[in-house]
Every structure is written in structure tokens, then in C-alpha cells.
T-cell receptor, first 111, second 113 residues
Framework: DTGVSQNPRHKITKRGQNVTFRCDPISEHNRLYWYRQTLGQGPEFLTYFQNEAQLEKSRLLSDRFSAERPKGSFSTLEIQRTEQGDSAMYLC?????????FGPGTRLTVL | KQEVTQIPAALSVPEGENLVLNCSFTDSAIYNLQWFRQDPGKGLTSLLLIQSSQREQTSGRLNASLDKSSGRSTLYIAASQPGDSATYLCAVRPVGGSYIPTFGRGTSLIVHP
């Protein structure tokens, strides 16, 4: 399968714990995006990489969120000190230029 | 700030009907518009991408049109099938240096046999 992959698919954690998600983009796609989606809403932009450089970050992203893309390949999204309001689907997408291709998402539940 | 609206929010139709889903945007300075399908609990699947210079794109039973001047795009689904049941989202990417698209909330479609 050469599509975008995300791990884990589901994560249940207790409030206050740290969690880390991984995204493996389609090979040779230089752009990688992270989004958050809650029920009944469209994806909400979190951050964006071009190769290894993090070029844009949403103002909605608090300092508890951090993302990396070492060597311009896979990316990780870490949430520190999780809160119940962080419960959502976290989506990753990659793009060679114009079109975005999404992964299956990671469903986070914070108890 | 770009705003994207999708109407209707939900739609239920019998199998075989031809459908039109609407996507409107407030800022006509767009680079492209992309339509996606999302099944419950899943990621988004790209359906069609229309560049700002294009008027429409077709793939199988799907046809998407774009009218930049009026800030509208429509997704036409011919001869709908129960397997078309999903949420359909549109996203617009602005011109200029930003590669960040703005998404609508989607239209939830149910096609019943």
C-alpha cells in the first residue's frame, strides 16, 4: 500500500498524559499537513511542513502541541498534558503540489 | 478570511437519483478547489481537483464544476447508489504563497435502496 499511513489508529489516554502520533506520507511528497477534525466539522488546519521545514502553524495550536518532520520523511505530532477538549480525529495529508491525499486518521479519546 | 459553506448539510435520496451538492466560498481568489469523500470514522478520499483556470472535472459518475466569479462549485452525482452514502467535503486553496486549504463542514449523503 503506497498511501498515507497513520499510527496508531486509535488512542485512549487519561487527562494529563502525553501522546504521540505518527504519519508516513506518500513517498516523495514534499508537503505534509496535520489537521484536527471533530464530529460534524471539516478538518481544521494545525500545521504544515515542506520537506523538513515547518512553514505554518495555526494560532489555534497551543504550546502543548508540537510537530516534527525529521529528514523530510515521516512526521510526528505530540500533545503534552492532554485535555478532554483534545479528543478528536487527527488527520495527516501529504501533497506533491496541488492535490492532497489523506491518511486514515488517529482517533484520540481523552478520559 | 475565506469561509466555505456547504448546502445542504444533510441529504437523503432514493437510489438512482441524480444529485447536486453545493459548495460556496467568500473569496474568489482561489488557486484550486478539491472535493473529498469521507466515510464514518475514516480519512478523506480525494474525488476531484479543479484548478482555478478550469470550469469542470469529471470522473466516472461524478462531475464537479467551478464558477470562481460567483464563488461556487457543484458536485454532480449521476445515478446515485447506496455505496455513495458518505460525507462530501470541499476545500479551497488560496492564491499566493499559502498552501493551506479551507474546508467546508460537508454534506452528509444517504442513498437508500
Amino acid at each position: 500500500d503506497t498511501g498515507v499511513s497513520q499510527n496508531p489508529r486509535h488512542k485512549i489516554t487519561k487527562r494529563g498524559q502525553n501522546v504521540t502520533f505518527r504519519c508516513d506520507p506518500i513517498s516523495e511528497h514534499n508537503r505534509l499537513y496535520w489537521y484536527r477534525q471533530t464530529l460534524g466539522q471539516g478538518p481544521e488546519f494545525l500545521t504544515y511542513f515542506q520537506n523538513e521545514a515547518q512553514l505554518e502553524k495555526s494560532r489555534l495550536l497551543s504550546d502543548r502541541f508540537s510537530a516534527e518532520r525529521p529528514k523530510g520523511s515521516f512526521s510526528t505530532l505530540e500533545i503534552q498534558r492532554t485535555e478532554q477538549g483534545d479528543s478528536a480525529m487527527y488527520l495527516c495529508a501529504s501533497s506533491p503540489d496541488n492535490e492532497q491525499f489523506f491518511g486514515p486518521g488517529t482517533r484520540l479519546t481523552v478520559l | 478570511k475565506q469561509e466555505v459553506t456547504q448546502i445542504p448539510a444533510a441529504l437523503s435520496v432514493p437510489e438512482g437519483e441524480n444529485l447536486v451538492l453545493n459548495c460556496s466560498f467568500t473569496d474568489s481568489a482561489i488557486y484550486n478547489l478539491q472535493w473529498f469523500r469521507q466515510d464514518p470514522g475514516k480519512g478523506l478520499t480525494s474525488l476531484l481537483l479543479i484548478q482555478s483556470s478550469q470550469r469542470e472535472q469529471t470522473s466516472g459518475r461524478l462531475n464537479a464544476s467551478l464558477d470562481k466569479s460567483s464563488g461556487r462549485s457543484t458536485l454532480y452525482i449521476a445515478a446515485s447508489q447506496p455505496g455513495d452514502s458518505a460525507t462530501y467535503l470541499c476545500a479551497v486553496r488560496p492564491v499566493g504563497g499559502s498552501y493551506i486549504p479551507t474546508f467546508g463542514r460537508g454534506t452528509s449523503l444517504i442513498v437508500h435502496p
